[in-house]
T-cell receptor, first 112, second 111 residues
Framework: GDSVTQMEGPVTLSEEAFLTINCTYTATGYPSLFWYVQYPGEGLQLLLKATKADDKGSNKGFEATYRKETTSFHLEKGSVQVSDSAVYFCALSDRGYSTLTFGKGTMLLVSP | EAQVTQNPRYLITVTGKKLTVTCSQNMNHEYMSWYRQDPGLGLRQIYYSMNVEATDKGDVPEGYKVSRKEKRNFPLILESPSPNQTSLYFC??????????FGSGTRLTVV
């Protein structure tokens, strides 16, 4: 079945550092890929998405590119802020869009 | 405001006492889904619904029931809760061609 693998956290960075959170997936066909963010005590919010190979999703300074050849969708940000501290989930959706398969999540902690 | 509303936000109950977690969306979405979130396991789908009177099992349906009698509501029912159902639960909804919007979560503790 479909699966998503993310790097384990926590990832600890200083403010203004460069962020990469790795995500790779296994799926049949051509899934859509997502990054969700969960701030402390809140639900999940869609951060960005990509629906086909070579698409780049971007939002709030975060970017991720759908790489079919490496089955990856790594999340990057050039300069993190304390307010980016949260748990980040990589996810994929099958063609029917009926389900989202999530990775286990990566906690990001940014210190001033 | 477009949103998915879950109630209650927090619930402590005892083993075997039936409970219902409600979920309502005001966006006229066709699809609704329940997930549970556990440390080290991420989010796993319990049940989903494609529309009224159309539901199907997700990855971890054991011990749960759902119903979809109205488009806006998708309650999660635990007939006989057990401690291994202690978790953080999320309801989500989406239009037929679109992305999921999540509720704020229900933290359930079964003692």
């Amino acid at each position: 079945g479909d699966s998503v693998t993310q790097m384990e956290g926590p990832v600890t960075l200083s403010e203004e550092a460069f962020l990469t959170i790795n995500c790779t997936y296994t799926a049949t066909g051509y899934p859509s890929l997502f990054w969700y963010v969960q701030y402390p005590g809140e639900g999940l919010q869609l951060l960005l998405k990509a629906t086909k190979a070579d698409d780049k999703g971007s939002n709030k300074g975060f970017e991720a590119t759908y790489r079919k050849e490496t089955t990856s969708f790594h999340l990057e940000k050039g300069s993190v802020q304390v307010s980016d501290s949260a748990v980040y989930f990589c996810a994929l959706s099958d063609r029917g869009y009926s389900t989202l398969t999530f990775g286990k999540g990566t906690m990001l902690l940014v210190s001033p | 405001e477009a949103q998915v509303t879950q109630n209650p936000r927090y619930l402590i109950t005892v083993t075997g006492k039936k409970l219902t977690v409600t979920c309502s969306q005001n966006m006229n979405h066709e699809y609704m889904s329940w997930y549970r979130q556990d440390p080290g396991l991420g989010l796993r789908q319990i049940y989903y619904s494609m529309n009224v009177e159309a539901t199907d099992k997700g990855d971890v349906p054991e011990g749960y029931k759902v119903s979809r009698k109205e488009k806006r509501n998708f309650p999660l029912i635990l007939e006989s809760p057990s401690p291994n159902q202690t978790s953080l639960y999320f309801c989500a909804s989406r239009p037929e061609k679109g992305t999921y919007t999540f509720g704020s979560g229900t933290r359930l503790t079964v003692v």
